[in-house]
């Protein structure tokens, strides 16, 4: 497919949807027999708990958050050819999980998901938290290829840094699996505590 920008709702089940191109989760307003997205919402399946799954082919192809992504206790899996940004709304879900090809910044102090996965061949992973996490590796699914059967977080193809926060003191972060940013800096801030139950980190810098 190639469009520009992507809504879409589903009160049952999951939604699956791959572009050629880069590509903007919008909000739609309503229209004629649609009944639109929601004003702040982009893609939900929080109804019913499904998983979203987004794929964009290109090296070109930057994915955009400008509106809120919803899952519920579902997972989100982001694929890119480019880079995942996040210009404005939330993303709540069980699991976030995303493989790009370039710079990861999702870093909207609203973000709420239990289990974050990341990895990218190129630049830098940024990600904020509203709440605990745990950084986790997520196995392959639909689109997603999966970020390692060992590896929660990973620049280290390309060398980029990890700059991780979570916001609340209840926002414990802890380690599951490996933490990789090769001659990169790895940055950890938490309102609570910084746990490390199992896996490594390799970074140049470690800073907490």
Known sequence: MLFRSLGATTSSGNIKYQDANALQLTSVAASGNFTGTGATTAISTAVGNGDVDIKTQ???????????????????????????????????????????????????????????????????????DANALQL???????????????????????????????????????????VLAGTGKVYFTTGAGITQAAGKITANTLAM
């Open 136 to 178: 986790t590796s997520v196995a392959a699914s639909g689109n997603f290829t999966g970020t390692g059967a060992t590896t929660a977080i990973s620049t280290a193809a390309g060398n980029g840094d990890v700059d991780i926060k979570t916001q609340t003191g209840a926002g414990t972060l802890t380690v599951n699996n490996d």
């Open 58 to 128: 290109t090296g070109a192809g930057t994915l955009t958050v400008n509106n809120d992504v919803l899952a519920g206790t579902g997972k989100v899996y982001f694929t890119t050819g480019a880079g995942i940004t996040q210009a404005a709304g939330k993303i709540t879900a069980n699991t976030l999980a995303m493989n790009a090809g370039g710079a990861i910044d999702v870093n909207s102090t609203t973000n709420d998901v239990t289990t974050l996965g990341a990895t990218t061949s190129s630049g830098n992973i940024k990600y904020q």
